[in-house]
């Protein structure tokens, strides 16, 4: 009896892990038909803070967003996004934000269901006389339309490259 469960056992498992592996490479790479938009979203923030104006970039984020620069610190939210950049335009001159690159990953259903945008690229503003150029790396997680989450690096960062692992895996829950 035992010979006979382990028999059963040896067939089914590899079946079961299978069906489960095909799965979740349909769901992990459905195309985002939304993905020209999800992208303009996200590069239309960058250009709002870029360019001073606060209250649209506001209307842009869900009420519980939350934000995390690299350079700076802790996560934070709204408020200290709409701070480092109104500090910005005080300090600089003559911004100009330039997206380099872009994808999407989308996770279709089940509770960890959202849009993430990727983001590279250059911003360059005057401080006084002085030329500045930062290059940028930016994850975005949009949720009905707006943005919840913002990670920024402005540097190659090793623990960037480990949070876009994790949310390429996100659509394992």
């Known amino acids: ?13 590899p079946l079961l892990l299978l069906v489960s592996l095909v799965a979740n490479a349909q769901v992990r790479h459905q195309p985002n038909p939304n ?45 200290e996004l709409l701070l480092e950049w109104g500090d910005r335009q005080r300090r600089f001159t ?13 996770v279709p259903a089940g509770p960890r269901q959202c849009t993430w945008v990727y983001l590279e690229g250059t911003w360059t503003a005057l401080e006084g006389d002085l030329p500045t150029k930062i290059s940028f790396r930016q994850w975005a997680r949009l949720r009905d339309g707006k943005l919840a989450e913002l990670y920024l690096t402005p540097t190659p960062d090793p ?15």
């Open 35 to 79: 993905a020209d938009a999800d992208i303009r979203l996200v590069t239309a923030l960058l250009h709002d803070l870029a360019d001073g104006q606060p209250e649209t970039a506001y209307d842009r984020l869900t009420d519980d967003f939350r934000y995390r620069n690299s350079a700076f610190g802790p996560t934070s939210g709204a408020y």
């Open 94 to 106: 003559n911004h100009r934000m330039t997206v380099e690159k872009t994808s999407t990953h989308t």
């Open 159 to 173: 623990l960037f490259a480990e949070f876009a692992a994790l949310v390429k895996d996100s659509s394992n829950p």
């Open 1 to 13: 009896m035992n010979s006979a469960r382990i028999s059963v056992a040896k067939t089914i498992l």
